[in-house]
């Protein structure tokens, strides 16, 4: 085996520590709750303290919860990936659109965005379901496999949706 790079080795480090199966999911909870009752201000304007401590046994109660654990970390690349598709479907759009000014005004965005999320759960529960296993490769096209096919009806689909934003903006 080559030798490994310091920094492989760094996350493989964490990885063992369980940093990213207990303390990013922990950091995460705690953040949200934190912001949400620091937002609300259930508790009264200053209280800092209680908001900390509220988001501090939430975050541990998360956490040492298997179950939700489990969901959490299974699902968070997963929303990850969709906001890194979100972005650059808003990329592109910004590319064909010319300017991001009066942009989520348009109904088209707002369409597009529905479209990317239905593109992106049919995906998800495709891989994880096996909703298109009868779509094996045929004979005639044996390189393309049930993820390419997926990518490719993605692609199409946001060419589809960006086409139809930019026709939109004209207008």
């Known amino acids: 085996m080559?030798?490994?790079s310091v920094l492989y080795l760094a996350i493989d480090s964490l990885q063992r520590l369980g940093f990213f199966d207990?303390?990013?999911?922990?950091?995460?909870?705690?953040s949200i709750v934190y912001g949400i009752l620091e937002k609300a201000q259930i508790f009264g304007e200053n209280r800092h303290d209680?908001?900390?401590?509220?988001?501090?046994?939430?975050?541990?109660?998360?956490?040492?919860?298997?179950t939700v654990l489990n969901l959490l970390t299974g699902f968070l690349p997963w929303v990850g990936l969709m906001v890194v598709v979100f972005l650059s479907f808003m990329i592109l759009t910004v590319m064909?659109?010319?300017?991001?000014?009066?942009?989520?005004?348009?109904?088209?965005?707002?369409?597009?965005?529905?479209?990317?999320?239905?593109a992106f759960l049919l995906f998800y529960w495709s891989h994880t379901l096996g909703l298109f296993s009868a779509f094996e490769p045929s004979a005639g096209l044996p390189f393309l496999n049930v993820g390419d096919m997926a990518a490719l009806a993605a692609i199409l689909i946001f060419f589809v949706v960006i086409m139809a934003v930019v026709k939109g903006g004209k207008e």
């Open 22 to 30: 207990i303390m990013l999911p922990f950091l995460l909870v705690f």
């Open 2 to 4: 080559a030798e490994e």
């Open 96 to 118: 064909f659109w010319g300017e991001a000014k009066g942009l989520w005004e348009t109904s088209a965005i707002k369409y597009g965005g529905a479209v990317v999320v239905i």
């Open 50 to 66: 209680i908001n900390a401590v509220i988001a501090f046994v939430i975050g541990l109660m998360v956490v040492v919860t298997s």
